[in-house]
């Protein structure tokens, strides 16, 4: 059964992109994708997608099957490898789900067109200062020896300052001109997370060394922006019952991703207040939050959201005593 994520972000798949599997993950459908960071141990509660390795850094002194077949043991699902060089490219054609492209090599063709030959997917990076048009051809080098799995990767420019300036705008208007899953590259800061997925990214690539918190930023905040972006987006009117329908599923998923959060955030009060669950109940904050509330829902007002939150917040309050019985809360 599909997550209610997964539902949010349908609709931005139906007219979106195209898709491209990397693994048994698939870019441009679902939820956005986390690719990159700290693998996550067992009890991890997240884990990204995929993940990627450079071999760049190594210029060519490490064994790329080697450095590969360590990180396989390592890491079972999508793998994605940026080569240094040709001569990584058989290590990468056995052992890996993908290729990456690396910003810095945008401009060598030969590498490019060797890569695509292996058939895999490829992860195409915006060079710092690259045109959409410049970032395009590269797709064009890859259609022409036949390999048509490209995913884009918007990397930022270097400016002065800051080292790193994402263009979200750019990488919006290739993701619709080109008809291909677009990524955004955050490095070790998953604070853009959720920007780049409202802004219509299908994921974001961490650095390889990023860690478990950043991760579990990064999948909270796209998971939270795709499940937020989508009903809002769409704000045509419907006109038939099976349209106003398929908009209110949708509406739907969203409130069901953030009333899953809320709760989880309420299960943390219960456990650190001195009395938690229904016994240190605190109605003036509830009657604070839902004043607070009926500012954003006028039309719905204050007594008909107090109605709906008391049921949101005693289900809450139901659940953190069922995990405090059986010592399962997070
Ligand atoms: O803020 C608190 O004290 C909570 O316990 C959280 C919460 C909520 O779910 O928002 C739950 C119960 C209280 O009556 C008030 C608010």
Request: hydrophobic letters at 45%; glycine letters at 12%.
């Amino acid at each position: 059964m599909p997550t209610a994520v997964q539902e949010a972000h349908a609709a931005h798949t139906t007219t979106g992109p195209g898709t491209v599997r990397v693994g048994d993950m698939t870019l441009g459908e679902g939820p956005p994708a986390v690719i990159g960071g700290a693998p996550g141990g067992a009890d991890a509660t997240s884990r990204p997608m995929g993940r990627w390795l450079s071999l760049r850094g190594h210029h060519g002194a490490r064994d790329a099957r080697r450095a590969l077949t360590e990180e396989r043991a390592r890491w079972r699902g999508p793998l994605l490898v940026e080569p240094f060089s040709a001569a990584d490219l058989p290590a990468i054609g056995d052992l890996a789900d993908g290729v990456i492209v690396g910003a810095a090599w945008m401009q060598d063709f030969r590498l490019v067109r060797a890569a695509a030959r292996l058939g895999l997917p490829m992860v195409v990076q915006r060079g710092p200062g690259a045109t959409a048009q410049e970032w395009l051809a590269i797709v064009d080098y890859c259609a022409a020896e036949g390999n048509d799995r490209v995913v884009l990767c918007e990397c930022g420019d270097r400016t002065r300052g800051a080292e790193h300036a994402l263009n979200l705008g750019l990488m919006r208007a290739v993701r619709a001109r080109s008809g291909r899953p677009v990524l955004v590259h955050l490095g070790t800061d998953a604070g853009l997370a959720g920007a780049a997925v409202a802004a219509g990214a299908d994921g974001v690539l961490l650095a390889p060394e990023a860690g478990e918190e950043t991760v579990a930023a990064a999948v909270e905040a796209t998971a939270l922006a795709a499940a937020v972006t989508v009903p809002t987006a769409r704000r045509a009117a419907p006109r038939t019952v099976a349209d106003a329908r398929a908009q209110i599923d949708r509406v739907d998923a969203a409130l069901a991703v953030l009333l899953e959060r809320r709760a989880e955030l309420a299960g943390v009060v219960q456990r650190l207040k001195p009395v938690g669950g229904f016994a240190g109940r605190d109605m003036e904050r509830e009657r604070r939050l839902v004043a607070a509330m009926a500012r954003r829902a006028p039309r719905l007002g204050e007594a008909r959201l107090a109605r709906i939150m008391n049921a949101v917040i005693e289900a809450g309050l139901e659940l953190a005593e069922q995990d405090r019985r059986r010592g399962t809360g997070r």
